[in-house]
T-cell receptor, first 115, second 113 residues
Framework: DTGVSQNPRHKITKRGQNVTFRCDPI?????LYWYRQTLGQGPEFLTY????????KSRLLSDRFSAERPKGSFSTLEIQRTEQGDSAMYLC?????????????FGEGSRLTVL | TQLLEQSPQFLSIQEGENLTVYCNSS?????LQWYRQEPGEGPVLLVT?????EVKKLKRLTFQFGDARKDSSLHITAAQPGDTGLYLC?????????????FGQGTILTVHP
């Protein structure tokens, strides 16, 4: 399967612990996005990369969140000192650069539960 | 900040009925996309509209982009249980923001047999 892959699919952690999620995009895609989604709501933008450059980061993202895409391929999203409010589905998506009409291809997400 | 407001938030209808979902904003978008998401999966693209006033049809689904490129609608004719899911509109801004896709809060559609 050559779609977007996310790991782990599920993570349960205690408040205060650090967690890291990994995303492997579709190989030829230049752009990679991270979104957060709570049940029954639309995805909330966190950040996106074009190749290895982080072009935009949501102001809603506190300094406990950091994302990297060191070689322009896979990406990691780290959450430090997790809080219960961080519990959500973290979605990764990738796209080719296609101007304003580019389609985002999503992974199945990484579900985080903070106890 | 560009915001997209979807309505209604919930829609529960019987098989065979028609429905319309609305997506509104005070901002102009360079393009607008509609995605559908099923439980446990990521959103999947249904359509992209780019030109103001544009209408696209996908079988029983009709999508329209407002003339001013601030709003859009999704109309489903003769809904089927397989249409059940979360419908999301998403817009791209202009200039340096066109890489970012902003989603509405979604419409949860349930079609009963």
């Amino acid at each position: 399967d050559t779609g977007v892959s996310q790991n782990p699919r599920h993570k349960i952690t205690k408040r205060g612990q650090n967690v890291t999620f990994r995303c492997d995009p579709i190989s030829e895609h230049n752009r990679l996005y991270w979104y957060r989604q709570t049940l029954g709501q639309g995805p909330e933008f966190l950040t996106y990369f074009q190749n290895e450059a982080q072009l935009e980061k949501s102001r809603l993202l506190s300094d406990r969140f950091s994302a990297e895409r060191p070689k322009g391929s896979f990406s990691t999203l780290e959450i430090q000192r997790t809080e219960q409010g961080d519990s959500a589905m973290y979605l990764c998506a990738s796209s080719a650069i296609q101007g304003v009409a580019g389609e985002l291809f999503f992974g199945e997400g990484s579900r985080l539960t903070v106890l | 900040t560009q915001l997209l407001e979807q309505s209604p938030q919930f829609l529960s209808i019987q098989e065979g009925e028609n429905l319309t979902v609305y997506c509104n904003s005070s901002s102009v978008f360079s393009s607008l996309q509609w995605y559908r998401q099923e439980p446990g999966e990521g959103p999947v693209l249904l359509v992209t509209v780019v030109t103001g006033g544009e209408v696209k049809k996908l079988k029983r689904l009709t999508f329209q982009f407002g003339d001013a490129r601030k709003d859009s609608s999704l109309h489903i004719t003769a809904a089927q249980p397989g249409d059940t899911g979360l419908y999301l509109c998403a817009g791209r801004g202009g200039g340096t923001s066109y890489g970012k896709l902003t989603f509405g809060q979604g419409t949860i559609l349930t079609v009963h047999p």
